[in-house]
């Protein structure tokens, strides 16, 4: 019919989102501006020097759960919004915990299920890339001599690769002190390689069941192993597996409907690729003091 009229229904969002998400800003804006030596307390207008940090990450983060926000409602999955977590810049550097949506239906189909569980890491990573790369462009050569009581930042495979491109004389008595922009760039690609981890209901833990079915438990089980050794390496990693015993329980997967229908190609590439951006961005020991 030529008078017919296509109505696109936006969900209207709840107060609680608006909230959290405007006191994340705040929080991230004080980080981002604390971390650029502000004396916020004093002149509260010099928060704006959060504004690189803050407008990156949060980003990065936004475009994370958006790519399961949008992937949820293709597959016709009933999904809230994301959810942004403020947290103190004195208790948390980055001002953020981080930001999720709950999934509110079930998922039945294994394509549903990659696909949802792929596009946060995948959105998530197509960002941060950049961010870093421009961020490491602006970043500033110092001597590591002169680094004292600094927090000291884990490299990853790709990390190393980005800066060897953007700074190619750095010498072995220099480091880089990360632009604020490349900072949070190098969180995103820590946010997207904890996700990835292949256990329980994490966003590795969906694809790893889509991928192999109930073998997924014991991939979910060596990788949870794996964080032991790595705590060695780094307490974060410690923190980390505390963190998943109280919030997920089990490493094993729930199971779906159609777990015997196999996979297209198409999926299993986007499964393949989840798995390359993880060794891209893991990172031993993420974080020390120097």
């Not at 949820?72 to 004195?90: G, M, N, S, W």
């Not at 780094?234 to 997967?253: D, E, G, P, T, Y």
Request: aromatic share 12%; proline share 7%; charged share 15%.
């Amino acid at each position: 019919m030529m008078n017919e009229k296509v109505i696109l229904r936006i969900p209207k969002i709840p107060r609680v989102h608006w909230i959290l998400f405007l006191l994340t800003i705040f929080t991230t804006l004080l980080s981002g501006a604390i971390m650029e030596g502000a004396r916020v307390f004093s002149n509260p207008l010099e928060i704006i020097k959060g504004i690189p940090f803050s407008f990156t990450l949060l980003f990065i983060l936004g475009t994370h759960e958006f790519g399961h926000y949008y992937y949820a409602r293709k597959h016709k999955v009933d999904a809230t919004l994301p959810y942004f977590i403020p947290a103190p810049p004195f208790l948390f550097l980055i001002g953020t915990f981080g930001a999720f949506i709950k999934i509110k239906s079930p998922i039945y189909r294994k394509d549903a299920l990659l696909q949802i569980g792929a596009a946060g890491p995948i959105a998530g990573f197509a960002i941060a890339l950049p961010a870093l790369v421009v961020g490491l462009l602006l970043s500033e050569v110092i001597e590591k001599n002169d680094i004292q009581g600094a927090l000291i930042l884990g490299d990853s495979i790709l990390m190393k690769i980005l800066t060897w491109i953007t700074h190619p004389g750095l010498s072995k008595s220099q480091d880089i002190m990360l632009h604020p922009v490349a900072f949070a760039g190098w969180i995103g690609l820590l946010v997207t390689m904890l996700n990835l981890l292949p256990i329980g209901q994490l966003d590795g833990g969906h694809i790893a069941y889509a991928m192999l079915g109930e073998k997924q438990i014991i991939i979910g089980k060596l990788a949870f192993i794996l964080l032991i050794p790595l705590s060695f390496l780094s307490i974060n990693w410690f923190i980390w597996a505390i963190l998943l015993l109280i919030l997920m329980r089990s490493v094993k997967h729930p199971p779906i409907q159609d777990i015997h229908v196999p996979l297209s190609y198409k999926d299993k590439q986007i499964g393949y690729a989840c798995l390359i951006i993880f060794l891209l961005c893991f990172i031993p020991a993420p974080f020390k003091i120097s």
